[in-house]
């Protein structure tokens, strides 16, 4: 039983509602709980193949942070796991996520939605790491994961800055994959993430893993661990489907294994 969140399943998508509209979906210790206990019940359900993040409402996907509970937050407790951890268990979820963006991503909100793999957004959202103006900085892998994906000179101007840019920015510099309307976003993610759950499912985790430990390590390493996915690849039972499926003009039916 959630209270900060809403969690569904249908047709091989999981899709987890950050529920608290009232505060701007703002990320408390137990929302975050919660996600953790929904990663864990939806890893254990072997129909789900992708798993999509969105906010409850029109105005906002995540504000960040609960600032009540930040302004109380102390040096030792900052040292904890927390909001890091959680988003680390996102980015290196074994199915592919994405972050549907209904609205404000802000701070830990915007982070959030960096750990997924993917990520849509509605015209009228926004997103930044405003920290700065609190005194503090992104300390949920935001100055990493922004760096990565965005380069670091829009990064630094971003975080640097506080600013909040518009989604039609975010598009423009790389930071989300695709705009939208509000009332085409969460059919956009489900049709992503359709696509994504139709592919043969273990090439769709392993190529997954490459991407995200090949990109931090040097060239040789990242092609030995490309190779030794594909060497696994071969093996499988679902490259004797896809290819033999393919030579009998008929869609493959694949069982990750």
């Known amino acids: 039983m959630y209270n900060n969140i809403l969690v569904e399943v249908a047709e091989g998508i999981g899709i987890i509602t950050i529920n608290r509209p009232e505060v701007r979906n703002a990320l408390s210790a137990e929302t975050l709980q919660e996600i953790v206990q929904a990663l864990e019940e939806t890893r254990e359900n072997q129909e789900v193949r992708v798993l999509v993040f969105t906010g409850s409402g029109e105005k906002s996907f995540a504000a960040g942070a609960d600032i009540s509970q930040l302004h109380k937050r102390t040096m030792i407790e900052a040292l904890r796991p927390n909001m890091t951890a959680v988003y680390r268990k996102i980015e290196e979820y074994e199915i592919p996520t994405i972050a549907a963006i209904n609205g404000y991503a802000l701070g830990g909100g915007l982070e959030l939605a960096l750990a997924c793999d993917i990520r849509i957004a509605a015209e009228h959202a926004k997103v930044g790491l405003p920290e700065v103006n609190l005194g503090i900085m992104p300390g949920a892998g935001g100055t990493q994961r ?3 994906i965005v380069g670091k000179g829009r990064a630094m101007e971003m975080i640097l800055t506080g600013d909040i840019i518009t989604a039609e920015k975010a598009e423009r510099i790389g930071l989300v994959n695709k705009v939208v309307s509000l009332a ?68 493959p039916q694949f069982k990750g294994k």
Do not use: C
Not at 237 to 251: H, N, P, Q, S, Y
């Open 146 to 148: 922004l760096s990565r």
């Open 184 to 251: 085409e976003l969460l059919t956009t993610a489900k049709e992503y993430a359709a696509k994504i759950a139709s592919k043969g499912p273990l090439a769709v985790r392993l190529a997954k893993a490459v991407v995200n430990h090949g990109a931090d390590t040097e060239m040789e390493t990242a092609l030995f661990l490309e190779k030794l996915a594909q060497t696994i690849l071969i093996g499988s039972e679902d490259k004797w489907e896809g290819t033999l499926a393919f030579l009998e003009k008929r869609t």
